[in-house]
C-alpha cells in the first residue's frame, strides 16, 4: 500500500529547532518518493479542518513532531480515521514516545516512521478530555502548571520547579471510587498512567503498559515529606507491588493499583495536568481507558 504521511510540527514545544527538523524531514520523506504534507501544529488544539486534506489526499500516516500534548490533540481528533500515527519527539518530557521505545533522536525517530509497525494503543478519557499519557492531580499538576508559566522549557526548568514546589508541597482531600467502593484519603498527588513515563524516562508507574487496557493509579498520601521522597523513590525503581484493584489498602504509603475506570471527587480543588499540560480543575473527575483506539508506530 502506498503511503501519503501528514507531518504536524509543532514549532515552540521542547528546545529544538524546528526550522532544521524540517528541511530535514523534507529531505528524508522526499529521498523514499514518499508523498508527504506539513503543517504546524495549531494552539487550540482542534485539528478537524485536516479531516477534507486526509480524505482528498488519502492520507495514511500522521506525524506529531512534538510533545505529549500535542500527540494528545492530535490523536483525539484523527483517531476516527484508518490512520498510522507516529511521533518525532520534541517535547519536555516525551513520555509516550519513551513508553513506546521511540528514539529522541530525530534522525533515529524518523526511521522509525519509516521502517517501524504500527501497533493498537490505549487511550483515555477525563471528563470527556482525551489524553495518550498521563494525567495527575495535586503536587505534579502544580510542577506542570508553572512549569506552563516558565519563558524557557526543557528538563532543568522543570527540575527547577520540582524543587521549588516540593518544599511548599501540602495534601489535598479526595473520595475515590473504584470498583464500587469509595474511599476518602489525603494525598500529596494522584498520578493516572496509562504509559509507564513520566517523561525524561522517569518511570511513576513501572507495571503500566499503553496496550493492556488498564489504568496504573499511584497515590502519594498523607506523610512527612522525607518519607515522600522515599517512598517516591520505591515506586519509581518499582518495589512498590501492585494491589489489587478488589483490595486497595488505603494505608499504605503508596497506594498503586491497575482499573479501567475510576471516579474522584476533588475536595481540596487540587490543580490537574492532562499529559503534562496545565488543565481545569473540575469537582468531579470520571476517567476511563479506550483500548486499542489507535495505532502508534513504533520501533521493530
Do not use: W
Not at 84 to 101: D, E, Q, R, V
Not at 146 to 159: E, M, V
Not at 243 to 270: G, L, M
Amino acid at each position: 500500500m502506498s503511503r501519503h504521511i501528514l507531518y504536524i510540527i509543532n514549532p515552540i514545544s521542547g528546545t529544538r529547532k524546528k526550522k532544521d527538523l524540517q528541511a530535514f524531514i523534507e529531505k528524508e520523506t522526499t529521498e523514499r518518493n514518499i508523498p508527504f504534507s506539513i503543517f504546524p501544529s495549531v494552539a487550540n488544539g482542534d485539528y478537524t479542518f485536516l479531516h477534507g486534506i486526509i480524505k482528498e489526499k488519502q492520507v495514511t500516516d500522521i506525524v506529531i513532531a512534538g510533545g505529549d500534548g500535542t500527540v494528545s490533540q492530535v490523536v483525539n481528533s484523527l483517531m476516527d480515521f484508518d490512520l498510522n500515527f507516529g511521533i518525532i519527539p520534541c517535547g519536555s518530557g516525551n513520555g509516550l514516545a519513551y513508553a513506546a521505545k521511540i528514539s529522541k533522536d530525530p534522525v533515529n525517530a524518523l526511521q522509525t516512521i519509516f521502517n517501524g509497525t504500527a501497533a493498537a494503543t490505549d487511550g483515555f478519557f477525563i471528563n470527556g478530555h482525551f489524553a495518550c499519557m498521563l494525567c495527575g492531580l495535586g503536587f505534579d499538576a502544580k510542577v506542570a502548571h508553572d512549569f506552563a508559566q516558565q519563558p524557557k522549557r526543557g528538563l532543568s526548568t522543570y527540575i527547577k520547579q520540582v524543587v521549588k514546589n516540593f518544599f511548599a508541597a501540602h495534601t489535598y482531600s479526595f473520595e475515590i471510587t473504584v470498583n464500587k467502593e469509595i474511599f476518602s484519603i489525603e494525598a500529596y498527588f494522584i498520578s493516572i498512567a496509562n504509559s509507564n513515563q513520566f517523561g525524561n524516562n522517569f518511570t511513576i508507574a513501572p507495571k503500566a503498559s499503553l496496550s493492556d487496557g488498564l489504568l496504573d493509579i499511584v497515590i502519594v498520601t498523607s506523610q512527612s515529606k522525607l518519607s515522600v521522597l522515599l517512598q517516591t523513590l520505591r515506586q519509581v525503581s518499582g518495589r512498590n507491588k501492585l494491589q489489587p484493584e478488589t483490595a486497595v489498602d488505603k494505608n499504605k504509603a503508596v497506594i498503586y493499583f491497575q482499573t479501567d475506570r475510576i471516579i474522584i471527587t476533588n475536595i481540596s480543588n487540587a490543580p490537574l495536568h492532562i499529559d503534562g499540560e496545565p488543565a481545569e480543575t473540575p469537582e468531579k473527575i470520571n476517567i476511563q481507558v479506550k483500548p486499542g483506539c489507535f495505532r502508534l508506530i513504533q520501533p521493530l
